[in-house]
């Protein structure tokens, strides 16, 4: 792929120069980016990189992701099929909203690394390369990204505009495509550069990681949200224009391809054209022009604020609550001090809590929509006995990523210290997972289900939770058993299949015990005491992990 | 003919939010010179080097390179001068080759020549057969070479060093001392920055030591060894302000065996 770009770039160095790039150097920064993008199992890709077994196929994730936009993109540009001409205007502006949405998700969650990389500091910024060379350097890699990404989304409505109506009007939508993917670059790029001013680069990266959380479940809400909204909107309808469509993007993009397909250049459409021209353009254009410097001035000052903050440390007080927590539920000394080592971390690195809160909101979206949906099943069956168990499976995600950590190096330590049975340190941050994250969790689906079905089903609840700590010890004593935080975060997501297979047949097998035991009188609180029995024997076991059991990185 | 100063740097202060920095920093160094720049952990060495080659343009006072005011002339500085980074700072799923070709082409030196020469420098430093591996598996001291070449290929007149020799093992210290040597003797200057005293003692013409944003000591090792006659660690210690080391070292040992 790499070739590919690099030629459509060379071009385009015209435009590259006008901008002000010395377009050799460029050139060679996005190279070498791209060629590091295919070696890594680049962090930064987030969802891109997640799965890659090997080093051999470095696009075919990214590939795979672009198939999967491509698909839902068709599925949305179906209704373009069918509508009248007239009508289209508000399935282009989903249209449109669904490529923008894309962009700004995939730039926050994924590509903030990239804009705020402060490790070209120490790389690039003391050669003789011009800020703006540098910042259109990285505006072009992320934006290679991005067109795809925008392309593969607009493919659909693209053929399905160019064979119905005219190339004309599908090509209207390929290069509005590109411009909604250029408007997010400027958009996302503005909210970074006042974010900078503001706040602090620590406070900036926690707002980010805040943001990219959100986007992730945002992004699943808005799966199960929008079919929903497009069978009731009543699609056939003309919009009334309002002032305050001209302050939407979406809208303007939608105008300009509704002016090419009903070939009306009014006042109204021509407007809409030229914000969806010139908004991109200029945005572009503009930040070339008067903010390039203001960003790597705040960027080379990244690494040194962070700097002397020891100052504002609060006094450590003598009892914290993660210690008096780890009081309560642990046993030994061991297990207290891994029970507060994983508390804390889990609270505090910010891939962690990437990787895992998003997985928890999936699970509470997931519950509203099986609820609302409703209907179907009655409340008090086997739909909820279902939601639960599923959001159980969601709430498991922690303990997959806790073996994993940037600072994976650190883990030399269970190796030098003294320590006879590591089991007790598993056990101690897989309670502390029970009690930060998996417990929370339960009690906010467990609301939810009272708030809508009543108090009747609180004894299924309650045996949901504990069946979920069940298949939460279970996929622990069966998956690899590694230190917490101990591999790099690339290598936990291999050779996992085995494990998920076994939690699938278990969860499957715990749901349909419960499920039997609704049937019975009484059958519900017996198994909670059954499986509370089950819970604190497979703790026990977990905690008598040796040595040879452990899987070091 | 004078022969105008290659670094000259006048009441020299920066400061980050409230905390000052720099307090006031003058300095000027001739061509040809090698500078041992010393100081305590947060003395300001780091952000001095960094106001030098143009990165941090945010300062007052006065700051200039080969005669060129760091914040109006920084990119034509940057050709000038190389930087050696102190924590092996290098993306390093390259190759040696792919970066340090990366590195000449920010330069715009002719794709050609850099291969030549980055192999032969390679060589040099005994890294021909890691020529082509990526870089994640170099140990530090092999990345340190990396990054020295990445720092001189484009054979620049002054040097700014943090810390260059961390890592190396001892024959390869040898040699970049010696390379410090000859090319402090072919008229280059050498702006040097380190914790390790005897290194900076036995190579540097000339000795700055630093301490909370000020200099407290500027000349020849024999100069400043001339007001008090001790080695250089020593000395660094007393005018730093912390030669009581010996009595934190016994409060330390009371400390693990209480």
């Keep these: ?553 | 003919m004078t022969i105008a100063p290659i670094i000259e740097l006048r009441n020299l202060v920066k400061s980050y939010g409230e905390a000052p920095v720099l307090n006031g920093i003058n300095l000027s160094v001739d061509a040809g010179q090698v500078v041992g720049y010393i100081g305590p952990n947060g003395a300001g060495k780091s952000t001095t080097l960094k106001i030098l080659i143009g990165m941090l343009p945010d300062f007052a006072g006065e700051a200039t390179v080969l005669g060129m005011d760091v914040r109006t002339a920084a990119l034509d500085i940057k050709r000038r001068i190389g930087y050696v980074p102190e924590n092996a700072a290098l993306y390093d799923s390259l190759t040696p080759m792919e970066y340090l070709q990366f590195v000449g082409q920010l330069y715009e030196l002719d794709p050609g020549h850099i291969e030549r020469k980055t192999l032969d420098l390679l060589r040099l430093f005994q890294l021909s057969d890691n020529a082509h591996a990526r870089m994640t598996t170099f140990s530090k001291g092999m990345r340190q070479k990396v990054l020295l070449i990445s720092g001189m290929l484009h054979n620049p007149d002054v040097i700014f060093l943090d810390e260059p020799l961390s890592g190396l093992d001892a024959n390869a210290v040898v040699l970049v001392k010696e390379i410090i040597r000859q090319l402090a003797n072919t008229g280059k200057t050498i702006f040097y920055s380190s914790h390790i005293m005897d290194v900076v003692e036995k190579i540097s013409d000339r000795i700055i030591i630093i301490n909370k944003g000020q200099i407290i000591a500027d000349g020849t090792f024999a100069e400043l060894q001339h007001q008090r006659p001790e080695s250089l660690e020593q000395l660094f210690a007393q005018m730093t302000g912390s030669d009581s080391q010996t009595d934190v070292a016994g409060e330390f040992i009371n400390t693990l065996t209480n």
């Design chain 1, 1 to 553: 792929m790499t070739p590919l770009i690099l030629s459509i770039l060379d071009r385009l160095q015209g435009l590259f120069r006008s901008l002000g790039a010395d377009y050799p150097q460029m050139r060679a920064i996005v190279q070498v980016k791209l060629m590091m993008d295919n070696r890594r199992n680049y962090t930064t890709l987030g969802r891109y990189g997640q799965q890659k077994k090997n080093n051999d196929a470095p696009d075919n994730t990214f590939l795979k992701v672009l198939g999967f936009y491509a698909f839902f993109g068709v599925i949305l540009a179906l209704q373009l099929m069918f509508l009248e001409r007239e009508n289209l205007f508000l399935p282009l502006i989903f249209q449109f909203s669904y490529v923008m949405i894309l962009c700004a998700m995939t730039l926050i969650s994924d590509f903030s690394s990239i804009i705020l990389d402060s490790s070209d500091n120490q790389i690039i910024l003391p050669r003789p390369v011009s800020s703006r060379t540098l910042w259109l350097a990285r505006i072009t890699h992320i934006s290679v990204y991005l067109f795809a990404i925008s392309l593969a989304t607009g493919l659909g409505s693209i053929l399905i505009l160019g064979y119905r109506f005219s190339p004309v009007a599908g090509l209207s939508f390929l290069v509005l495509s590109v411009l909604s993917a250029m408007l997010m670059v400027f958009l996302t790029n503005l909210l970074y550069l006042g974010l900078m001013q503001l706040i602090s680069e620590e406070k900036l990266r926690e707002i980010i990681n805040y943001v990219q959380i959100l986007m992730a479940i945002a992004f699943y809400g808005g799966y199960q949200l929008i079919p929903r909204l497009m069978t009731q909107a009543s699609l056939g309808e003309t919009m009334e224009r309002q002032w305050w469509h001209y302050l939407v993007p979406p809208m303007w993009m939608a105008g300009a391809v509704e002016s090419v397909l009903l070939w009306t250049f009014d006042t109204e459409h021509l407007l809409f054209i030229a914000l969806a021209i010139l908004m991109p353009i200029g945005g572009i254009w503009f930040m070339s022009r008067f903010m390039t410097g203001s960003f790597t001035e705040k960027l080379s000052g990244l690494d040194q604020e962070s700097k002397p903050t020891p100052a504002t440390a609060a006094v450590v007080q003598p009892t914290t609550l993660p210690d008096q927590l780890a009081g309560w539920f642990t046993s030994s000394s061991l297990e207290r001090a891994s029970f507060a080592f994983a508390w804390r971390i889990m609270g505090r690195d910010r891939k962690f809590k990437l990787k895992t809160y998003p997985q928890l909101g999936f699970g509470l979206v997931y519950i509203v929509f099986m609820s609302l949906r409703g209907g179907t099943f009655d409340n008090s069956g086997f739909a909820t006995l279902f939601s639960l168990y599923f959001a159980g499976l969601y709430g498991m995600v922690a303990q997959y990523q806790l073996s994993a950590s940037d600072s994976f190096k650190a883990s030399w330590l269970y190796g030098a210290a003294p320590i006879r049975q590591p089991g007790e340190i598993l056990s101690g941050s897989l309670k502390a997972i029970i009690v930060k994250l998996v417990t929370p969790f339960y009690l906010l689906v467990a609301a939810f289900l009272i708030w809508r079905n009543g108090t009747d089903q609180v004894s299924d609840i309650v045996l949901g939770y504990i069946s979920t700590l069940v298949m939460l010890l279970v996929s622990a004593l069966f998956s690899d058993r590694r230190m917490p935080f101990s591999v790099p975060v690339d290598s936990v997501n291999r050779s996992n299949t085995g494990r998920s297979f076994i939690t699938l047949i278990v969860l499957s097998l715990i749901g349909g015990l419960h499920y039997g035991l609704t049937l019975v009188p009484y059958g519900v609180w017996g198994g909670i005491v059954l499986s509370l029995i089950t819970v604190w024997l497979l703790m026990r076991q977990y905690q008598r992990t040796s040595w040879h059991q452990i899987v070091m990185a």
